[in-house]
């Protein structure tokens, strides 16, 4: 049976299957939102990302690597100046805000939390073929 668990956000697509020795497990895959406007300055484009499809831990880790102007040393990938810090803190606040309550798939699924953010961050990485700004290290 396939359906679509709408207690997460983002919702995921649930396929019940079995091993072939008959037990049970549950595939799970989210449906992510990445109609976000690719003409968008790289951190402004990871933003989106991070705040559209609920990877609190990373817009988190985000915030406080902006507003400490560490994003040269702990941001892979990064290669431009940010001239817009205010803006940029305004929409991870609010992304952060709008998600509180929100559970992440990640979260009500499986037992580390972290390594399943960044693991669909590289997912979703390969589907866009773009890569994003974000603190790759895995903290708990």
């Not at 499809?53 to 100046?81: A, G, T």
């Not at 929409?91 to 992440?104: A, E």
């Amino acid at each position: 049976m396939i359906y679509i668990n709408k207690n997460t956000f983002p919702y995921c697509f649930v396929e019940e299957k079995k091993f072939e020795w008959g037990e049970p497990y549950d595939d799970i895959t989210p449906i992510f939102n990445l109609s976000i406007d690719p003409d968008l300055s790289d951190i402004e484009y990871t933003i989106e990302v991070l705040g559209k499809n609920n990877f609190k831990i990373n817009l988190e880790k985000l915030y406080n690597i902006l507003l400490n102007k560490e994003e040269n040393d702990r941001l892979e990938h990064f290669y431009e100046p940010i001239l817009n810090r205010e803006f940029l803190l305004h929409n991870i606040t609010k992304y952060l805000s709008v998600n509180f309550n929100n559970t992440p798939p990640w979260r009500h699924y499986e037992d580390s939390e972290p390594l399943y953010e960044i693991i669909h961050l590289e997912a979703i990485e390969k589907t866009i073929n773009r890569k994003l700004v974000f603190d790759r290290k895995i903290t708990s």
